[in-house]
């Protein structure tokens, strides 16, 4: 239950407060002065009933004086594994910065209100300072609210039986109510990360229902699958991995996916010269890469959710802190004009570089040989299909949905 109006108005300390409820709100901190009672009343409109702020006036200066201006950042399935990880990265600082001070907007459903609360209520017992606010809600249109960020992490996952077209379906279905509530609700710069599988479609549907922001903003994580393979080029050279570099992932994030060995590097030589093993390279190390989630499935009984956090947090530093020279980060994009060739409208992973200031470029100096361009192509036509069979979802007319009957894979965790 929140704090009745009276409560807030009087100004009454959050612990007060408690003392006279039972159950404990959600709530968190806010930077802002004492709530006037209507924009406190705005507030509650805005956020549903979880959300409180209380003063923070008399706060330490010193400390907070060389901060950044609050980001907004909203976390879908923020009560599911891999959110349980993040949000706690995302508080301390460690992914946008020790001096940005950060307020949470988190989107659950209905069934997972109480675990939303439980979220908020760690979140508060971790007594990060940069963390300002937290707010839970149901509602995408609420909880997006001027978001600068979205990390779009809930989906739903395949079921027993389920067609891999269903899972299209269902998720899209999802993904076009959340791009809708993202066109009009969040910061019209707002970057779009998109975690839930099939994540690159996914994207492509939240970008296509939200006119409103560049198509450039959206993301489909393939991060993890750039980590999982640089862990692989560490352990084959027996070289530390921060000593792996354009360590790429073209296409999907998907059992097509191309873990590109070709332009990679090792202390700086090509990784091709220091492992010297194209039968390693081409039937040991990409399909490894390319099936880990499935392999983590097996081992976890569910998917991977602590490494997939840390490829999150990896994947959003890589667009507020420059990339290193000569090195990329992969990420998926719209294809829209890139250097490659690859086929436009698709969102496709590509090496790419970033100043820190939010946005990317697609690298435009990589080798692309024979077998890359063959591997290449083939990730590319599965999204083509993945595109068609949510063809109604992104307002496309004429799409038919090849995917069904076919044996599908896709997803690594699917295999
Ligand atoms: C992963 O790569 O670990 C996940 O995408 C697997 C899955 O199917 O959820």
Request: some cysteine.
């Amino acid at each position: 239950m929140a704090l009745n109006m009276k409560q807030q108005q009087a100004g009454l300390s959050r612990k007060a407060a408690r003392s006279v409820s039972s159950r404990a709100p959600v709530v968190v901190r806010a930077v802002a002065a004492p709530v006037a009672p209507a924009a406190e009343s705005e507030a509650k409109k805005a956020y549903g009933v979880f959300r409180l702020s209380y003063d923070t006036q008399n706060e330490d200066a010193s400390l907070t004086r060389s901060w950044k201006k609050t980001v907004k950042v909203a976390v879908t399935g923020a009560s599911g594994n891999i959110a349980n990880h993040l949000l706690f990265m995302l508080a301390s600082g460690e992914v946008y910065g020790k001096d940005q001070p950060i307020a949470l907007q988190l989107l659950g459903s209905e069934r997972s209100k109480e675990a939303l609360e439980g979220v908020a209520m760690e979140l508060e017992d971790s007594l990060y300072p940069l963390l300002r606010e937290v707010s839970i809600g149901t509602d995408p249109y609420d909880v997006f609210g001027d978001a600068d960020w979205a990390l779009m992490i809930g989906a739903k996952p395949r079921g027993p039986g389920m067609e891999r077209a269903d899972l299209l379906q269902q998720n899209g279905e999802i993904f076009q109510v959340q791009g809708r509530a993202l066109n009009e609700s969040a910061s019209r710069n707002c970057k779009v990360l998109v975690v839930g599988n099939p994540c690159n479609t996914n994207a492509l549907i939240a970008m296509e229902n939200a006119p409103n922001i560049p198509r450039k903003n959206f993301h489909a994580l393939t991060r993890l699958d750039e980590n999982r393979a640089k862990c692989q080029l560490a352990l084959k050279s027996g070289k530390f991995y921060t000593s792996v570099s354009r360590m790429s992932i073209w296409g999907n994030h998907s059992t097509t996916q191309v873990p590109d060995f070709v332009n990679a590097r090792i202390g700086g030589l090509p990784a091709t010269d220091v492992i010297r093993d194209m039968k390693w390279f081409r039937e040991e190390f990409t399909p490894k890469v390319a099936l880990r989630g499935g392999a983590l499935i097996k081992k976890w009984g569910r998917s991977s959710a602590a490494s997939t956090a840390v490829s999150v947090a990896d994947a959003i530093r890589s667009l507020v802190v420059p990339t290193a020279p000569g090195d990329c980060f992969s990420t998926g994009v719209i294809s829209d004009g890139n250097p490659y060739g690859v086929r436009e409208g698709l969102i496709f992973s590509f090496p790419c570089r970033s100043k820190g200031d939010g946005d990317y470029e697609i690298c435009d100096n990589f080798i692309v040989d024979e077998w890359l361009r063959a591997k290449i192509r083939a990730s590319e036509d599965e999204l083509q299909k993945e595109k068609e069979c949510v063809s109604h979802l992104i307002g496309m007319m004429g799409g038919s949905c090849a995917l069904r009957g076919a044996e599908d894979t896709t997803v690594p965790g699917e295999n």
